[in-house]
């Protein structure tokens, strides 16, 4: 059976048609990549989509969203898409359509994706467990968090909104950067810190500490400049960035019971090789009483090149309407 399988973020959509059959999951070739903001909605990025396939589209359709997926009315996060249940099967011309939360197919992708997919980061270096939590945490436009349940060789995931949780300083420096947040928004969540926007706030705060000038003003260029170690207070500002998303990943471990961490997102990626070593590490377990029992935690990355549209097949493939 065949699907077009489709990954909406607050930057980009992702589209790829992908096949569900007894092997498994099967993306075909490279997905299209299209700008959220250089297309009004869902209905006519899909329609740009189509028109490169040559053919029409399958009439069945997977979609991670990067929002609650509750209720009809479903606006993105982090950009002017409202996704509308009630309409969308007629929008985009198909029979079946399955909508998930981004971060829910990424756990999706956790479940089924091949090992080889899943490397280690920190902890012990243990396959993930065939029974339990699995906290999945990645940082890209926001910050996406889910669950991943494992029993008896079946699997059940749980979309969460964790990303939103405050924003919990652990030491001076962070109590600065609260201080600055609190002057731009009324409530300070995590995501605020840890997404690709967050980096800026953080450079920002370093910047002014060292009372130097702050010479980035868009979060991209700076993100270049950090990941190169082009700049000292770029690079300095992503270190802050990996403790305080290993905070964020302890925090939410603890929350879940988790007896594993994946950490994902586009981020993520491109942290790969940042991460362990950096502070991430000693940032994940630092929890007073309970450092030892997060120290026992095995971290992998997903490295799947697509997770988000792998995971929304799969889900497809789990949740399809009977």
């Given at each position: ?18 096949g569900i059959g007894p092997r498994g999951i099967e993306l075909t070739g490279e997905p299209a990549i299209l700008r959220t903001a250089d297309h009004?909605?869902?209905?006519e990025a899909w329609q740009a989509f189509a028109a490169t396939l040559g053919q029409a589209p399958p009439p069945r359709a997977a979609i991670a ?258």
């Amino acid at each position: 059976m065949q699907i077009v399988a489709v990954d909406i973020g607050g930057t980009h959509a992702r589209f790829v048609l992908a096949g569900i059959g007894p092997r498994g999951i099967e993306l075909t070739g490279e997905p299209a990549i299209l700008r959220t903001a250089d297309h009004a909605g869902l209905r006519e990025a899909w329609q740009a989509f189509a028109a490169t396939l040559g053919q029409a589209p399958p009439p069945r359709a997977a979609i991670a969203v990067a929002t609650a997926v509750v209720g009809d009315e479903m606006p993105l996060t982090n950009g002017s898409w409202v996704i509308r249940r009630s309409t969308l099967a007629r929008d985009l011309g198909v029979d079946e359509v399955t909508v998930v939360n981004d971060f829910a197919a990424v756990a999706h992708a956790v479940a089924r994706v091949p090992a080889a997919d899943l490397l280690p980061l920190a902890g012990p270096e243990l396959p993930l467990p065939a029974d339990g939590v699995i906290s999945i945490v990645g940082a890209g436009t926001g910050l996406g968090v889910a669950q991943l349940f494992r029993e008896a060789g079946r699997y059940h995931v749980l979309p969460t909104e964790g990303g939103h949780c405050s924003f919990a300083p652990q030491d001076e420096f962070e109590d600065a950067l609260l201080q600055r947040l609190r002057q731009r928004h009324a409530r300070v969540s995590i995501e605020r810190v840890v997404s690709g926007p967050g980096l800026l706030a953080i450079y920002e705060t370093v910047a002014a500490l060292a009372g130097r000038e702050a010479l980035f003003i868009d979060d991209k260029a700076l993100w270049q400049a950090a990941l190169a170690g082009s700049d000292a207070l770029a690079a300095e500002a992503l270190q802050r960035f990996c403790l305080c998303l290993g905070s964020a990943a302890g925090d939410f471990a603890l929350a879940h019971g988790a007896d594993a961490i994946v950490i994902a997102g586009g981020l993520g990626a491109r942290l790969r090789h940042h991460l362990p070593q950096s502070g991430f590490a000693a940032r994940l377990v630092a929890k007073g009483r309970f450092e030892a029992l997060l120290r026992s935690l095995p971290v992998n990355f997903i490295v799947h090149p697509q997770p988000g549209l792998y995971g929304a097949a799969a889900a497809f493939a789990v949740e399809r309407p009977q």
